[in-house]
């Protein structure tokens, strides 16, 4: 008896008590019984509860909520790195074209906004580090990194001229701006005028 080893007793299952002449078992040994009203094996222990009448209801819901629905299998748009440079996609463009949820559209006529005194010294910055380092002047990251630090480093006096001409381009681009939102309400207001007469 080496190799027989000892099973432990088999967990006793409650078994329903009923005619076993309607009585089917599942293999877990549940009970069931058919239905004399609707044909259909319920379970015993739910004998009490079940009503044909309400199983009639429930699938007659059920099967007018059912709709066959075909919808468009939309494919995922395809992110490319040849295109480095074009920063549109299908999906920007597509929402271009149904002006939803994109960015308004930008008046060419519009003036551009000014820099800021840290980009007017970037500008000049750029130019000086090319001539000095060559080299490391092609590196974008490199060339902002250490304008960074430069501009980081320079007291209030050395930034005072970099402010101030900033603060014309700024003075220049309000006046820029006062004309052209001139410019543009006296357009609305013709297009308004021939809109009217045409009615």
């Not at 967990?11 to 599942?26: I, Q």
């Not at 074209?97 to 750029?126: H, S």
Request: charged letters at 40%; glycine letters at 4%; proline letters at 5%.
């Amino acid at each position: 008896m080496a190799g027989a080893s000892a099973k432990p007793n088999p967990k006793t299952r409650k078994r329903v008590d009923a005619d076993t002449g309607s009585l089917k078992r599942a293999r877990d040994g549940s009970a069931f019984m058919k239905c004399e009203a609707c044909k259909k094996d319920v379970a015993v222990a739910l004998v009490d509860m079940h009503s044909c009448s309400l199983d009639a209801k429930i699938k007659m819901t059920f099967e007018s909520q059912i709709e066959e629905r075909v919808t468009e299998i939309k494919k995922p748009v395809e992110k490319s790195k040849s295109s480095g440079s074009k920063k549109t996609s299908k999906v920007t463009t597509e929402r271009a074209k149904t002006g939803t949820k994109g960015k308004k559209e930008r008046d060419p006529n519009m003036p551009k906004r000014p820099p800021t005194a840290f980009f007017v010294f970037m500008d000049e910055f750029r130019k000086t580090f090319k001539e000095e380092n060559p080299e490391e002047a092609k590196s974008v990251s490199k060339v902002a990194k250490e304008g960074g630090e430069k501009w980081k480093s320079l007291s209030d006096e050395e930034k005072k001229p970099y402010l101030e001409k900033a603060a014309e381009l700024k003075a220049e681009y309000e006046k820029a701006m006062e004309k052209f939102n001139d410019s543009s309400k006296e357009a609305n207001e013709e297009e308004e005028g021939s809109v009217n007469e045409e009615e």
